[in-house]
Every structure is written in structure tokens, then in C-alpha cells.
């Protein structure tokens, strides 16, 4: 006699994750605003997923002031203190 395979489980396998209580309470939220059960909504994130390179140079104040554009390293010692009692 073959074992009963619940039809959408086939082809996945069974794994335990450990959440913090705020990420357990996000998660039973989001499963009941959408519908999905936690399994489905946790397999969508980790498909989602990618990590950040440690080379991504992208930060979030690119392009938020105007200025020179130059780099604090350019400015001139006296310029840099300016401002700190020096």
C-alpha cells in the first residue's frame, strides 16, 4: 500500500523556521489579508529573494542633495573644520 500524499505538497520538502514573535504576528496577518496560507506567502518571499551584492554602491541619499558633487575628501582642511572651533 503506497502512503497518502497530500497532491500540493509533492515535490516539496517539509522545513522548520524560527520567527521572531513580531515576524509571527506579521505573517498570520498578511495570511489572512490575502488569503494565502503562511507556507505559500513564506515560499513566495524566499523566491523573491535576491541579496544585495557587497559591491552595491546604490545608497538610498544618491541624488537627494545638490552641491559640487565632489567628494568630502576633496575639501580643504580648513573648510572641514569650519564650524567646529577650529
Known amino acids: 500500500?503506497?502512503?497518502?500524499?497530500?497532491?500540493?505538497t509533492e515535490g516539496m520538502?517539509?522545513?522548520?523556521?524560527?520567527?521572531?514573535?513580531?515576524?509571527?504576528?506579521r505573517l498570520a496577518r498578511i495570511a489572512r489579508e490575502t488569503g494565502c496560507s503562511q507556507?505559500?506567502?513564506?515560499?513566495?518571499?524566499?523566491?523573491?529573494y535576491r541579496p544585495s551584492s557587497p559591491d552595491d554602491r546604490?545608497?538610498?541619499?544618491?541624488?537627494?542633495v545638490t552641491g559640487r558633487g565632489g567628494s568630502v575628501a576633496d575639501l580643504d582642511e580648513d573648510?572641514?573644520?569650519?564650524?567646529?572651533?577650529a
Not at 1 to 8: A, E, G, Q, S
Not at 79 to 85: A, D, H, I, K, P
Request: include cysteine; glycine fraction near 6%.
Open 1 to 8: 500500500m503506497l502512503p497518502y500524499v497530500v497532491p500540493y
Open 13 to 25: 520538502r517539509k522545513t522548520s523556521v524560527y520567527l521572531s514573535e513580531e515576524l509571527v504576528e
Open 39 to 48: 507556507a505559500e506567502i513564506l515560499r513566495a518571499a524566499v523566491a523573491a
Open 58 to 64: 546604490n545608497f538610498a541619499l544618491d541624488g537627494c
Open 79 to 85: 573648510e572641514l573644520l569650519r564650524g567646529f572651533g
